[in-house]
Antibody, heavy 123, light 107 residues
Framework: EVQLVESGGGLVQPGGSLRLSCAAS????????MSWVRQAPGKGLEWVSL????????YYADSVKGRFTISRDNSRNTLYLQMNTLRAEDTAVYFC????????????????WGQGTLVTVSS | DIQLTQSPSFLSASVGDRVTITCRAS??????LAWYQQEPGKAPNLLIY???TLRSGVPSRFSGSGSGTEFTLTISSLQPEDFATYYC?????????FGQGTKLEIK
């Protein structure tokens, strides 16, 4: 069974940094594309970032480019999101998510989601 | 970046009604569109991918159609558990944007 468990959220001051983690289990983590999606309180979903399988290319939303870094540790089955220079508008629940993959192909559609971790940026 | 605009943003309907939600893309995305359902306090749930393919286990009252820039999600006969917020997402290009959401409420 695919499981994704986020951690690392909390309260941080504007300009501060935070690193989120997503522990994955139940699948061969290294061959899956992995994504972060966030949702500000009472607002809609916002795609944040993706890292391709096998530590491949990374992609970012314009709103976080240059401030956030997505990475993965395939030996630990863990996805990360390093968030720097945080702003009030980064306050959100951050979800990690993935699609279905096999050795040849990864679906871009997000079949599996974690429960989310809340990041609050406030002084 | 590709913008997705959903309409309506809010929809009030009754159990048994047929409802349709539209998602319009700012440029052509082929059929590379998904629909998600989200209940309050929960993670989103994938309903439809490739614009019209029902994910395994999703009830057949849900259907999707469209290609290019205009897409629809239809629920043929609303059930109580369908009252939630629905999002479209394009996966044709990066960034993989979502629509702003459509909140479906009980009339």
């Amino acid at each position: 069974e695919v499981q994704l468990v986020e951690s690392g959220g909390g309260l941080v001051q504007p300009g501060g940094s935070l690193r989120l983690s997503c522990a994955a289990s139940g699948f061969t983590f290294s061959i899956f594309d992995m994504s972060w999606v966030r949702q500000a309180p009472g607002k809609g979903l916002e795609w944040v970032s993706l890292i391709r399988r096998n530590d491949g290319p990374t992609y970012y939303a314009d709103s976080v480019k240059g401030r956030f870094t997505i990475s993965r540790d395939n030996s630990r089955n863990t996805l990360y999101l390093q968030m720097n220079t945080l702003r009030a508008e980064d306050t959100a629940v951050y979800f990690c998510a993935t699609g279905s993959c096999n050795s040849a192909f990864c679906s871009p559609y997000l079949d599996y989601w974690g429960q989310g971790t809340l990041v609050t940026v406030s002084s | 970046d590709i913008q997705l605009t959903q309409s309506p943003s809010f929809l009030s309907a009754s159990v048994g009604d047929r409802v349709t939600i539209t998602c319009r893309a700012s440029q052509g995305i082929g059929g590379y569109l998904a629909w998600y359902q989200q209940e309050p306090g929960k993670a989103p749930n994938l309903l439809i991918y490739l614009a019209s393919t029902l994910r395994s286990g999703v009830p057949s009252r849900f259907s999707g159609s469209g290609s290019g820039t205009e897409f629809t999600l239809t629920i043929s006969s609303l059930q109580p558990e369908d009252f939630a917020t629905y999002y479209c997402q394009q996966v044709n290009s990066y960034p993989r944007t979502f629509g702003q959401g459509t909140k479906l409420e009980i009339k």
